[in-house]
């Protein structure tokens, strides 16, 4: 099971510094907040990678 700091860093690693709707600190959410917000990233990144790929 991964911490909220390691979703917090992986988050940023990624661009994302603020919550993208709220923007307010990451750190401030729980970590099932930012385990949300770190698979609906993934799962952006995966469709964009496959429409590139489709194209």
């Excluded at 979703?7 to 729980?30: I, S």
């Excluded at 949300?36 to 990678?49: D, P, T």
């Amino acid at each position: 099971m991964y911490s909220k700091g390691w979703f917090v860093k992986e988050l940023r690693a990624r661009g994302v510094m603020v919550h993208p709707l709220l923007r307010n600190h990451l750190g401030l959410y729980k970590e099932s907040e930012l385990r949300h917000l770190y698979y609906k990233l993934l799962e952006k990144e995966q469709e964009s990678k496959s429409d590139l790929e489709g194209s």
